[in-house]
C-alpha cells in the first residue's frame, strides 16, 4: 500500500508556474511574502498562506502544484 504525500510548502518554481512570471520575480514575491507576514529566513511559506496573501483561491492552483 502506496501513501501519496501532498506538499504544504511552496517555492519559486511553483510561483512562476502560476503567475507566468520569472524565477527571480517567483523568488522576489516569496520573500516579500515572507517578510509581510514576519517569517524568518529559515521558515517556510505554505500553498495556504501563499493562497491568502495572493487572493487566488487553493482549489484554482492545487491541480497545477500538486499534480
Excluded: W
Aim: hydrophobic share 30%; glycine share 4%; charged share 30%.
Amino acid at each position: 500500500m502506496e501513501k501519496k504525500m501532498n506538499r504544504v510548502c511552496i517555492y519559486p518554481k511553483d510561483i512562476q508556474l502560476i503567475t507566468g512570471k520569472s524565477y527571480r520575480q517567483s523568488t522576489r514575491l516569496m520573500q516579500k511574502i515572507r517578510k509581510d507576514l514576519s517569517k524568518q529566513p529559515h521558515e517556510f511559506l505554505t500553498i495556504e498562506e501563499f493562497c491568502s496573501y495572493s487572493g487566488i483561491k487553493y482549489e484554482q492552483l492545487a491541480h497545477l502544484i500538486l499534480g
